[in-house]
């Protein structure tokens, strides 16, 4: 009886081992399977994670570019402002220089009707009719 007992025994442990060899088989099958579908993934994942990086490589150039034409706005909405407000003030001397243009225009106007008027008392008249008459001889 022991050596059937120690016969059974062998076959269980033959068993065990079969068993543990084909559990390192599947292992290494799974293993592999799976180094596999990572490096499927990662062949599938590498052009999405390039493509990202461009695309944030994209945004942050358009954002400084954004930047910059803000900026540049800014400077020009200031140099505009502030032509503005010279501007602005630089009326009120443009209409005293004007109304002081037309004075000056308006005496010059005077003196040229004061000399017209000069030439028209300077000139002779014609001899009015009962002039005439009174030296007419016949």
Known sequence: MSNVLLGIIAMAVLVMAI???VAAIMAARAVRRMTDAIGRLDADVRPIVANLQQITTDAARATALAA????RIDRVM??????????????????ESARDGFTVLGGLKAVVNAFREMRRTREPKPASVDEEDALFIG
């Open 68 to 71: 910059a034409q803000v900026e």
């Open 19 to 21: 068993l543990q060899v």
């Open 78 to 95: 200031g140099d505009v402002s502030r032509h503005v407000e010279q501007t602005a003030k630089a009326i009120p001397l443009l209409i």
